[in-house]
């Protein structure tokens, strides 16, 4: 899954350590990698405690480190190459998801994501960053995406269902 063809950066506890200042990977609890050139996760299934990660921009096409992150909460995979979310399914912890921008092509690839009982967002399209992902060309995706995940509150940033939807709609009709 995860392309090794030398290219691209590849996270490291050197550069983990220099982006936190944090001594152990196991402290480190926000990390920031946005717009670096990452193509590779390499150590970061050992941040063991990251609860918030962003790693839009990059080059990322393989996500198998981050599978073992329990209490991962926050991702942001904009703009990246992502075309299987398949490890994120042991992200337990997960409440917002970004992968706007990306190359999942169907909703089947987002299955994973059923077991995810608190993941609350979910952004596969950005249109003020012009991104998003092929199965976004389908025209209702996004019914179909609140009907597989019903535990969804937000999709593409806006509000699928309570107090406000209803009153979202009456206002646009």
């Known amino acids: 899954e995860e392309e090794d063809d030398g290219s691209g950066v590849r996270v490291t506890p050197a550069l983990l350590k220099a982006t936190t200042g944090e001594f152990s990977l196991e402290s480190i609890l926000l990390l920031r990698l946005r717009g670096r050139g990452i193509a590779h996760l390499g150590c970061l ?57 990306n190359r999942l092509r169907s909703l089947r690839q987002l299955r994973c994501l059923q077991g995810l009982r608190h993941l609350e967002s979910l952004r596969l399209r950005d249109p003020l960053g012009n991104l998003g992902n092929p199965l976004c060309a389908a025209p209702a995706y996004r019914a179909a995406l609140a009907a597989m995940l019903p535990g969804l509150k937000a999709i593409d940033g806006q509000r699928v269902a309570g107090r406000g939807s209803e009153l979202f709609r009456l206002c646009r009709e």
């Not at 992150?69 to 490890?87: C, F, I, Q």
């Open 45 to 101: 299934a050992d941040c063991s405690n990251l609860e918030w990660l962003d790693l839009s921009g990059n080059a990322i096409a393989g996500l198998a480190p981050l599978a073992t992150l329990r209490a991962l909460a926050v991702l942001n995979l904009a703009g990246n190459r992502v075309a299987s979310v398949e490890p994120l399914r042991g992200c337990r912890s997960l409440r917002q998801l970004n992968l706007a921008g």
